[in-house]
């Protein structure tokens, strides 16, 4: 993200890791899994162990929101998509992330699914989604009649361990009049594949070279919308820059 200029970019839609290896609970700690054995992120991402000290990590997070804010126009928006937790009796609710952030709203993604095997907890069914923005951001024409709780069933066919499903980034970037749109943490790539799509331009970062394949490959499968260009002919936009 260092490389890219101050205000040059429209949107950032992005999950970071959620650091979840570094918990109290449900086995998730030690990496011996327990009740969680088959979960996806056991292991951990293939070149991100998603094991820091907490203070450490929050830190990590707020140093790439701060460059995430540096590259935004001053019609830009974030949405950073996180996960509340109660660990060791605290809530973890990132406000040692954001602090200090514009944040606008917080949108509720509400998810379907999972098996809980902890007879002490209701099942976990959400995660949140920060909207921190730039002064002069702006919906799309009507996408304000959403409300802040959206419901989108998590993806299930896709290698990466946590991928974003589609149907979500697409609700995100068709809100906005974004063109171009970056996701700092791309894993597979969803937040391209959708930009493309969507006839939107995209930046990603990703640190796993496999995860960059993947979303090369995906991106390559995706067809492009068409747009119009000056003389009026269409054009395939292929969303690489
Ligand atoms: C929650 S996943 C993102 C998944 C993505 N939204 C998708 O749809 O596939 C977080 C990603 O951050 C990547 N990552 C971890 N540390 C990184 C770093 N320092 N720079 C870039 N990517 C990193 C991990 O490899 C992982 O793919």
């Known amino acids: 993200m260092k490389e890219i200029p101050d205000a040059s970019i429209d949107l950032v839609v992005t999950s970071p890791p959620y650091n979840l ?41 707020r ?92 993806e299930m066919k896709n290698e990466h361990p946590a991928p974003f499903p589609e149907a979500l980034i697409d609700r995100i970037i068709s809100s906005t009049n974004a063109q171009l749109i970056l996701d700092p943490f791309m894993g597979s790539g969803t937040t391209a594949v959708v930009a493309k799509k969507l006839g939107r331009s995209y930046i990603g970062i990703e640190i796993s070279p496999g995860y960059c394949a993947l979303a090369e490959k995906r991106i390559k499968q995706t067809q492009g919308s068409f747009r119009y260009n000056d003389f009026n002919e269409p054009t395939l936009f292929s969303g690489q820059l």
């Open 63 to 154: 140093d790439c929101l701060t460059e995430m804010f540096r590259v935004l126009k001053e019609d830009g928006a974030i949405f950073y998509n996180h996960k509340w937790r109660v660990q060791a009796g605290l809530l973890q609710d990132r406000q040692d992330i954001v602090h200090g952030f514009p944040i606008r709203q917080i949108i509720i993604w509400r998810r379907k699914g999972g098996i809980n095997f902890n007879p002490g907890y209701f099942l976990p069914t959400y995660e949140v989604i920060y909207l921190i923005t730039k002064p002069k951001f702006k919906l799309a024409a009507k996408a304000n009649s959403y409300g802040d709780v959206w419901e989108f069933t998590q």
């Open 21 to 61: 290896k570094n918990s109290t609970g449900n086995g998730m700690k030690d990496g011996r899994g327990g009740k969680w054995s088959n979960a996806a992120l056991i292991k951990g991402y293939s070149h991100h162990d998603d094991n820091m000290p907490h203070d450490e990590y929050a830190k990590w997070q």
